[in-house]
Structures are given as C-alpha cells and as structure tokens.
C-alpha cells in the first residue's frame, strides 16, 4: 500500500467517525471542525482553512482564498454539504491541486445517509 493509499484511507476512516457521530444535515464548518479534530486524535498532522496566495500573471490578488483542509501536506480535503456531488466540484478540487502540488484530493459530501456514497478521490496525472 502506498504512502497516499495509506494516508486516504485513514482520512476517510476519520470521516466516516464524524458522520456517524453526527450523521447528514449540519453545516459544512461542523463536519470541517469535527474531522480535523477525528485527524488529530488519530496522530495525522492536518491544517484548515489553509490560504492561497494567488496571483494572475504579475497582479497580486489579496483576495483571501482558503482550502479546507490539507493533511500530512499531501492531500487536500474538500468537504461539501450538498444533495449530490456534481462534477463542478471535482473540477475544483483539480484546480486546487494544482494550485497547491497535492498530488491527490479527497471530495468529501456529509449529506448522504451512508459517506461512502459521498466521497470521490481524485489525483493528478503524473
């Protein structure tokens, strides 16, 4: 098992913890908080609401842009409470992977009754 199968399955271990303490319906941040918390308990160093600096040829955008989470500095996590997953939201998560060299993402929706129907792991053409 690779470094980032390894790493993925204990994120969405972790999530599946957080969804079934508090099951679908809340607000993103509450998952967001919840799962951070999951991560740290288990030993995986994790960071949220981690900004971008972007910047558009040689402008400077002070624009505050934030990632939602982005565990072991490898792989970003972006949760959504949404009725479904719609491929907008994988194309998202791409952008921001190549913003940030993370080679491989976690799409995450807490709204389903059962999490694995809500998550989608994506990864960067090598």
Known sequence: MDDYTKLTSTI??????????WGPGLI???YEKS???????RNVEVKRQVKLQ?????????D???LDLIVDGKV?????????LAPIHEAQLMTYMKLTDC????????????LKDGIRRLSLPE
């Open 64 to 66: 505050d842009y934030a």
């Open 103 to 114: 080679k491989v993402g976690l799409l995450i929706n807490f709204n389903v009754v059962r």
């Open 76 to 84: 970003i996590v972006e949760l959504k409470v949404v009725k479904e």
């Open 35 to 41: 799962l951070q918390h999951e991560l740290h308990l």
């Open 28 to 30: 993103e941040s509450i």
């Open 12 to 21: 969405i271990g972790a999530a599946m913890e957080v969804h079934s303490y």
């Open 54 to 62: 972007l910047k558009y040829k040689d402008l400077e955008l002070d």
